[in-house]
């Protein structure tokens, strides 16, 4: 998952918004490719969770946004994974509950209907963060892990501890699953990991008082995991997969091992995702070249063809009782019927596109693209909407004169950008050889800004040089910016971080952007750090503040007042 997008704290001004007032942007969808997905048991709705720290609940027949609620008290947080859980009904949410000022280990539960929407509770006690999750079938009860000892039981309605299941193991428990009926919880207790040796204690105890009723060992110490625990509905199945998948009898006796391949005709492929649904099958998705083969594995058959949307993304699948599959891209989401002899997508977009590419022409005007290959240092397509910042007018990309990064300029070069090293000269000298800390760090994008400045994205930030000394000049507030374009006469430069649709738009000078565009399309909405605003007809509403709530309740988004839109205070910014 991507970092969580950063506002853009707004300064005090007269007759403006409050001091330190995050701006957000809201079009109805989430700002970045980075979401989270949840289908509900019935396969009717969606929920996700963007970067953006907004919870967006979707009607999976309409593919239409039915409520939103932001979330950002719940969470502090710069990676995504595994931090959100759906009830079976769909009706509650369970976030990890992540602050600055209050323990970890806690959960929050977010009522998704009924009279206390907009409302939370937090339930839990571990002493680290919680890593799993898992409701019992009728919503009542939740099961948590950390990744030390123990395991516990709660009650949804009032958030007491119903029991603890110890255990002894130093690694954290890799998978909780309830039993049909609710009464019993398995877990996945590792007893080894070292090198080769990866070896599980799969236990089963009473929900309700904590007491060990079974357990046998999962792993021969063979290269595979821990294993997700699944039972059928009729209880006399449970299936465990992470890396092989496996069928066993209640008291663990193998009943058949699936595999970690399955070969058809030409092909090797391995099991992504896999679950029970209502009717008993056990729903398997294999990976294929730009595909998933879905089978039921019970009855050995063959279910469906799903492409894989935006397969450079990570896209993922994941099933529902009713026997539906979840396909999440970077911008769409996709659930098909696997009950139907021809499954057939219900897709909807559920994020709005990033900015890709970027490029400046004469005007000033400012062109972007949300397809990577625009991101590239020749005037080609496929930048698809420009804006002139003098008339503050959507207008066509302009077929020449589009500079996007620059390499050359006036006898100064910059090149080695996009390793760990980034070299200027100026003639023959080397004027700058920046060079990053440590092994994972790197230089996402450079460009030259005139003879004078150099402007690069590097795991330090955003800085900007002086392409004749190498000196560094500023350190621009930014969390990375993979997309970085040079305006004419090198006054000003735009930069994106290429998965959201926000652009920054900086003057070398200065640390903070003097101008932030929210761009989905053609459509638009522009803001300068005091909050004088403007925007295309239909992106008014597309950005604004949120509501300082009480404890215990979700803030609300209000759009920007339109009393502070100012277009003339728009375009002086780039004067």
């Given amino acids: 998952m991507r970092a969580a997008i950063?506002?853009?704290?707004?300064?005090?001004?007269?007759?403006?918004?409050?001091?330190?007032?995050?701006?957000?942007?809201?079009?109805?969808?989430?700002?970045?490719?980075?979401?989270?997905?949840?289908?509900?048991?019935?396969?009717?709705?969606?929920?996700?969770?963007?970067?953006?720290?907004?919870?967006?609940?979707?009607?999976?027949?309409?593919?239409?946004?039915?409520?939103?609620?932001?979330?950002?008290?719940?969470l502090n947080i710069t990676e995504q994974w595994n931090v959100m859980w759906l009830a079976p009904d769909g009706k509650t949410l369970a976030l990890r509950?992540?602050?600055?000022?209050?323990?970890?280990?806690?959960?929050?539960?977010?009522?998704?209907?009924?009279?206390?929407?907009?409302?939370?509770?937090?339930?839990?006690?571990?002493?680290f963060d919680v890593d799993h999750v898992c409701f019992s079938p009728d919503g009542k009860r939740i099961a948590t892990a950390c990744k030390c000892p123990p395991v516990v039981v709660w009650d949804v309605a009032t958030g007491k501890r119903v029991c603890e299941i110890q255990h002894d193991a130093d690694l954290r428990a890799s998978g909780l699953a309830f039993t049909p009926d609710g009464k019993k919880l398995t877990a996945s207790l590792p007893v080894a990991n070292v090198g080769e040796d990866k070896r599980s204690t799969i236990a089963t105890h009473d929900a309700a008082t904590g007491k060990r009723l079974s357990a046998f060992e999962h792993g021969n110490g063979t290269p595979i995991d821990?294993?997700?625990?699944?039972?059928?509905?009729?209880?006399?199945?449970?299936?465990?997969?992470?890396?092989?998948?496996?069928?066993?009898?209640?008291?663990?006796?193998?009943?058949?091992?699936?595999?970690?391949?399955?070969?058809?005709?030409?092909?090797?492929?391995?099991?992504?995702?896999?679950?029970?649904?209502?009717?008993?099958?056990?729903?398997?998705?294999?990976?294929?070249?730009?595909?998933?083969?879905?089978?039921?594995?019970?009855?050995?058959?063959?279910?469906?063809r799903i492409k894989r949307p935006d397969p450079l993304r990570e896209p993922r699948i994941s099933f529902t009782a009713s026997g539906h599959a979840l396909v999440r891209g970077s911008e769409r989401l996709a659930v098909y019927d696997l009950n139907a002899k021809a499954p057939v997508a219900r897709e909807f977009r559920v994020a709005v596109p990033p900015v890709a590419g970027l490029g400046w022409a004469t005007g000033p005007t400012l062109a972007w693209g949300s397809d990577a290959r625009s991101n590239t240092t020749a005037n080609v397509d496929p930048?698809?909407?420009?804006?002139?910042?003098?008339?503050?007018?959507?207008?066509?990309?302009?077929?020449?004169?589009?500079?996007?990064?620059?390499?050359?300029?006036?006898?100064?070069?910059?090149?080695?950008?996009?390793?760990?090293?980034?070299?200027?000269?100026n003639g023959k000298s080397v004027v700058l050889d920046f060079k990053a800390?440590?092994?994972?760090?790197?230089?996402?994008?450079?460009?030259?800004?005139?003879?004078?400045?150099?402007?690069?994205?590097?795991?330090?930030?955003?800085?900007?040089?002086?392409?004749?000394?190498?000196?560094?000049?500023?350190?621009?507030?930014?969390?990375?910016?993979?997309?970085?374009?040079?305006?004419?006469?090198?006054?000003?430069?735009?930069?994106?971080?290429?998965?959201?649709?926000?652009?920054?738009?900086?003057?070398?000078?200065?640390?903070e952007p003097v101008l932030t565009v929210f761009a989905a399309g053609e459509e638009w909405v522009a803001w300068t750090p005091a909050g004088a605003w403007a925007s295309s007809p239909a992106a008014g509403k597309w950005a604004g503040t949120l509501t300082k709530p009480a404890a215990g309740k979700l803030p609300t988004f209000v759009p920007f007042d339109p009393k502070l839109r100012d277009p003339d205070k728009v375009k002086a910014a780039l004067k």
């Fill in 6 to 74: 950063s506002l853009f704290a707004v300064v005090a001004c007269a007759g403006g918004l409050a001091a330190a007032d995050p701006i957000v942007p809201n079009a109805g969808r989430h700002t970045s490719s980075g979401f989270l997905a949840r289908a509900s048991d019935d396969g009717k709705t969606v929920v996700t969770l963007g970067s953006e720290f907004c919870v967006r609940v979707w009607d999976v027949a309409t593919g239409t946004q039915v409520r939103e609620l932001w979330v950002n008290p719940l």
């Fill in 97 to 127: 509950y992540h602050t600055k000022d209050e323990p970890r280990g806690r959960l929050a539960l977010v009522p998704l209907d009924g009279p206390n929407v907009g409302t939370y509770r937090v339930v839990g006690g571990h002493p």
């Fill in 226 to 304: 821990y294993g997700r625990p699944m039972w059928a509905p009729d209880g006399e199945t449970l299936a465990l997969h992470r890396d092989v998948l496996t069928l066993r009898e209640p008291d663990g006796a193998l009943r058949r091992t699936i595999g970690t391949t399955h070969t058809v005709p030409g092909k090797v492929t391995y099991p992504v995702a896999a679950d029970f649904d209502a009717k008993g099958r056990l729903l398997v998705a294999w990976h294929e070249s730009g595909e998933w083969l879905v089978r039921d594995e019970i009855a050995n058959k063959d279910l469906a």
């Fill in 383 to 425: 930048l698809g909407a420009a804006l002139d910042f003098d008339t503050l007018r959507s207008v066509p990309v302009p077929a020449k004169g589009v500079t996007r990064r620059v390499f050359e300029w006036d006898g100064a070069k910059i090149y080695n950008e996009g390793s760990r090293a980034l070299t200027v000269t």
């Fill in 437 to 511: 800390g440590y092994d994972w760090e790197g230089i996402e994008s450079a460009t030259l800004l005139g003879p004078g400045y150099s402007v690069a994205s590097t795991s330090d930030g955003l800085i900007t040089f002086d392409s004749k000394t190498g000196q560094r000049l500023t350190a621009h507030k930014s969390d990375g910016s993979a997309v970085l374009s040079a305006s004419p006469g090198a006054r000003f430069f735009a930069a994106a971080k290429g998965y959201d649709p926000l652009i920054r738009v900086y003057d070398p000078k200065r640390a």
